[in-house]
């Protein structure tokens, strides 16, 4: 399990819609090449849709389709995959409100397949992969939220 807590200057509301918005995510995922090709693809993901993603990761040109499956505005929602490479990846998204702002937590519980080889590849790369990636996504959404 990995959690990023960042302090955000802005309401939990702006925070949540941000992070539930499409079109940033493609924006701070630039690196990657990612975009949304199926499902939702613009916008602001709602409760019980679906967005396919498409980037290259570790090379290699995956694809990644989620569904969101909880939706508290403007406290929390989680997304779940539905399709893709993981054994296992939810990614719960939490905004609570401080003295300052918000303080954001992304918590994501994932698994690779595999088994015992899985969780050696999980330790030794893809946890500081994801951390690195969810890390430059919540400095994006922060950025954004506290533009005037």
Excluded: N
């Excluded at 430059?136 to 922060?142: F, G, S």
């Amino acid at each position: 399990m990995i959690t990023i807590q960042t302090a955000i200057a802005a309401p939990p509301e702006r925070c949540f819609d941000l992070s539930r918005d499409l079109d940033l995510h493609v924006r701070s995922m630039a690196g990657t090449g990612e975009r949304a090709i199926g499902g939702r693809t613009s916008g602001l993901l709602d409760k019980g849709e679906e967005v396919t993603w498409q980037g290259r990761h570790f090379g290699l040109l995956l694809r990644h389709t989620s569904r969101m499956t909880c939706f508290e505005r403007p406290r929390h929602f989680r997304d779940s995959m539905t399709r893709g490479r993981f054994a296992k990846f939810e990614h719960d998204h939490y905004f609570d409100e401080i003295q300052s702002g918000t303080l954001m937590r992304d918590v994501v519980d994932f698994e690779s397949p595999f088994g015992l080889v899985g969780r050696l590849v999980d330790r030794l790369f893809l946890r500081g992969y994801l951390e690195r990636l969810l890390t430059a996504r919540a400095l994006a959404i922060k950025g954004e939220a506290e533009r005037s």
